[in-house]
Structures are given as structure tokens and as C-alpha cells.
């Protein structure tokens, strides 16, 4: 249901919510990541007022908006908590002053990579249109990964024929894959499959968490994004 957060399994320390923009429902994550300072990837309209549960008043909120898709909620989070950062790529922000966007309260993402503990990392994409950003959450020997919009998990598509039609032409179908308009924009197509391979080579258990939209834990994970990353042509 939009506008409850849950924890992720049975995790401390990750959490998901689902909001409504039109056409789709996508999600947000909260990552802990100490006692006094929490992550929103993806924060969305909607969501600034309910904060996952034990959630301190007084915890630092940090902001990301981690691709050109996903700043809608950036302002109203940013009204509801004055002392709120945000983050974004230089390549989003860009975009967002042609678009006339107040930018001058978004911090460079090398500030907030600086404040991330060990078992966080911020991975820069390479060049891509969407300016994607992904982090992974090491939870002993399980890695989640939050994913913006390169990555999908649509488990079933809630649309007549017509609409899931057109969301086939935006490489929006059911099931795990990399989004058509993400490879479109990718500069160097080999590059960034050698790039995100070795992502996935250990031994690892692997949950993605993207943006749209299902939590995708089968066993198979690390298999089949090496399968998928490889098909790429």
C-alpha cells in the first residue's frame, strides 16, 4: 500500500515504501545508516511526513535523487525537513536547472560518498542519459542493491492491452531486465557491461531492490544478472 514503509526482510536497517506519480507506482528505500543519520533513495511525494517506524525526530536526513526519473520528491521533502541534504549527479542536477528546478540546496554525490559507512557503497554508472546512481547494502553475506530506473522487476503489469503495448515499446515488461531506454542512453555499451559484471562475481547472495518495483530475492539473482548484463548487445 502507497505510503507505508516496510523493512526488507529481516533487516534493520533497509526499508521500502511504494508512492503514486501518474502512470506507475514506484518505490522508495531508506537505508539506516547509523543511529542518527538515514538515506532516502528515490525519496518520493508523499512520503516526507511518514518515516519508517523508531525513526528518531531529530535523525539527519540525507536525500538521493539517483537518476533523471526520480526528483519529484525532493522539494517537498526538503519543506518538510529544513535541515534535510540532498544529493544528486551533477547530470541530474543539470537537467533540473534547464527545467528551471531550484537547485541550490543539492549537494555533489562525491559529499555524500564521503559520508557513507563500509557496508554502503555508491556506484557511479558509466556515462548514461539517465545519470544513474546505484548503492549496494552488505547485510552479512547478503548484498541488496537499489536500483533507479536501469534496472526493472515489474512482477505483473496492471494495464489494458493498449497500455502495456506502449510500455512494451518503453522496454517496460514483466519480469527482471535492463530497461530499453537505459541502453539506449548508455554511451559505451561493452563498457558498462564489463563494468557491472564483476559487480555480481562472488559468492554472494544477491536481492535487488529497484525503484520499479518488486523485490526480486530468488536464488538464482547473481545468475541471472550475469545472464542479463551479458545479452547485452
Known sequence: MPGQWEAVEDTTTLFRAAYEVPGTTPYSTAVRLSDDKLMIYSPGPGLELALPADTPADIELLLLAPCTGHNLGLEPWLEAHATAR????????????????????????????????????????????????????????????????AVLNFETLEANFIMKFLLGV?????????????LRGLKDKPGFKQWALPLFDNDNRHVLLPCHREIYTDPDCRQRMVSILNAIK
Not at 109 to 129: A, D, F, G, M, T
Not at 135 to 145: A, K, L, N, R
Not at 170 to 182: D, I, Q
Open 170 to 182: 518503453y522496454g517496460v515488461r514483466e519480469g527482471l531486465n535492463v530497461h530499453k531506454l537505459f
Open 86 to 149: 540532498a544529493f544528486a549527479p551533477e547530470g541530474v542536477q543539470e537537467r533540473l536547472r534547464k527545467k528551471k528546478r531550484d537547485t541550490s540546496r543539492l549537494r555533489p554525490i562525491e559529499e555524500l560518498e564521503s559520508e557513507l559507512p563500509e557496508q554502503v557503497r555508491l556506484y557511479r554508472l558509466p556515462e548514461n542519459k539517465f545519470h544513474e546512481i546505484w548503492i549496494s547494502v552488505d547485510e552479512g553475506s547478503t548484498t541488496y542493491w537499489l536500483f533507479g530506473d
